[in-house]
């Protein structure tokens, strides 16, 4: 059993590298990854490895195929990691996909992933909801999901929002007052019919103080009536 913090994911690699070959639980933190760095060869399996732990700091990517489908004898894995993704996150389908599957012998599988993208990336969002349904046929799962109290987020630059074709949520995310404050400046691109859900028919408090605050607002409807342009007063609408 080894237990060992390291400086960076290249750290991580070499001590794979067929020198343990004989390890059966290993448990590591990593502080940082340095990919351009990352040229180890040697992809041979580790057969003997059954439990593995690996926590890291900062946003990983393509860990899957450097460690995971090298340990596929593991009886137990954990994973508290970052991963950067380019057209979806990280969901229970990703993980029967790109880790369970190549796992036949693993038992408990314990996990806290985050998934990064860039802003300009194409990625679809799903709902909390939906994310959960992909985790229905995971054996014995136990998924926690939790809220937490964060300060409100401010954009003081923001100018230019477009949310056509994302799920309510992320509406939600940037018109709820309780969770951002929107400056004076923004111009707000976004489909009529899902504003209206997110506004509960333009009556929602929480929502009102943000859309008050949008100089300019395209909800891709060919009539507006009037009593929605009341919920947004000071507002050029189009």
Known sequence: ??????????????????????????????????????????????????????????????????IIY????LEKLELNVNISMTTTIIDGNYLKRNILNHMIQLDKF???IHSWFGLRNQIYFPSNENIQHTFNNFKNNKIISYN??????????????TLDLVNDDYVEQFLLNTRTCLPNTVELLIG?????RVTHNFTRNITRINCTK???????????????KDYFPHTKIY
């Open 192 to 196: 009529y019919e899902q504003l209206k």
């Open 214 to 228: 949008l100089s300019s607002l395209c909800m891709l409807a060919d009539e507006i009536p009037k009593y929605v």
């Open 110 to 112: 314990t996990f806290n």
């Open 70 to 73: 090298r340990i596929l004898n």
């Open 148 to 161: 937490q109290d964060l300060l409100i987020i401010k954009y003081p630059y923001l100018t230019d929002l």
């Open 1 to 66: 059993e080894l237990h060992l913090s390291v400086v960076n994911f290249l750290d991580c690699l070499y001590l794979l590298d067929g020198h343990f070959n004989k390890l059966y639980t290993f448990y590591v933190h990593i502080s940082s990854i340095e990919f351009q760095d990352i040229k180890i060869d040697n992809k041979d399996k580790i057969p003997n490895l059954r439990c593995f732990s690996l926590h890291c700091n900062s946003i990983i990517n393509n860990f899957e195929q450097l």
